[in-house]
């Protein structure tokens, strides 16, 4: 297998050297179960686990291997088993925090070039949830495009109206409109697909992915299910994240359909997401402006003439709100792992103490 097809370069390949050097071998993770992975190297695709040691030195699900990733492995002598002992550096990563209340991370794919953010113009159109995808991209360090799939279902002005809401709120992303029924729009993907590169598949169940990875692909390498006649959304097809090669020489990554998008970070994805808000609020008159009745607030005066809708106004609080909540989560589960830790270093010294004067306790008595 030639790795320069699925992104191998001369960057990797200076992050490799040590690697190599202690006989390891390079390897890219195609599929991730829940305790194994497939990789891709030269000698082919092999089943994967990663070290006992790689596993406890991992503080967090960040030291664990993700679909995408390029790890230094040490394959058996029959090439059809490795071990991962270690993950290259990543050049992106998009993830999102775990359902529930756990403050985790998921890695959903790494090292991907371009996000494509699917979604479909028929009555799963969501702009707020786009905004949540386009904010998780932006982070991730890709660049996100959206994918406008099932034109085939709405009539022609429709779609034209749904367009624009969307290059409203991503006016420097491309949108592309495409129908697995016409084939509509496919052709214009073909910049994101050549060789070297890494696309990722991300959206809701239902809005078609696994379709259009088939198309991409050429052949039915995904299930793909009917969606519910009542409310136009699918089922989950997608099971498990999967890298699949694609005939241009690129790769493609499909993911499983996500319910709910919890931001994980967003520093400056939020920035970019936002940056319309961001750039009038750099023009009211107090720093401090919260944009709600303060004099001179460029943000309200911006609603009022109509160049700013309230709902995305109302949209980029609330998700503040949520990512300021993730912060302080995160800030009190350190805090109780810390005191935590403290708690066992505090008994084991005790132990220990507690043996030594139990060890001089008995010498002693032997005197």
Known sequence: MDLKKIGWNVELERAFEPFRE?????????????DSFRVMAESG??????????????????????????VAIRETASHDYA??????????????????????????????????????????FNINRLERYLITAWESGANPVV???????????????????????????????????????????????GEGQTVALVGSSGVGKSTIINILIGEDVQKVTEIRLKDDRGRHTTTHRELFMLPSGGVIIDTPGMRELHLWSANSGMAK???????????????????????????????????????????????????????????????EVKEEKGKKAARRLIDKERGRKSFKYH???TK
């Open 363 to 365: 010498k002693s008595r």
């Open 45 to 70: 695709e092999m089943l994967a686990e990663v070290s006992g040691k790689m596993r406890f030195q991992a503080a967090t699900r960040e030291g664990i291997p993700a679909v995408g990733d390029w």
């Open 273 to 335: 997401a936002f940056d319309d808000i961001e750039q009038l609020a750099a023009q009211c008159f107090f720093n401090d402006c919260q944009h709600r009745k303060e004099p001179r607030c460029a943000v309200q005066l911006a609603i009022q003439e109509g160049r700013l809708s309230p709902n995305r106004l109302a949209n980029y609080r609330n998700l503040g709100g949520e990512l300021a909540a993730l912060s302080e989560r995160a800030a009190r589960d350190y805090r």
């Open 22 to 34: 202690q006989g390891f071998t390079l390897a890219r993770v195609i599929v991730e179960h829940k």
């Open 83 to 124: 071990v991962i002992q270690a993950i290259l550096p990543r050049k992106s990563k998009f993830s999102r925090k775990v359902a529930g209340g756990t403050t985790d991370e998921q890695i959903v794919a790494t090292n991907v070039d371009t996000v494509l953010l699917v979604n479909s113009l028929n009555q799963d």
């Open 147 to 193: 994918v406008l799939s099932k034109a085939d279902q709405c009539e022609a002005d429709v779609i034209e109206r749904k367009v624009k809401r969307v290059g409203a709120i991503a006016p420097s992303v491309p949108i592309h409109v495409l129908s697995a029924v016409t084939m509509e729009g496919f052709d214009s993907l073909a910049p994101y697909l």
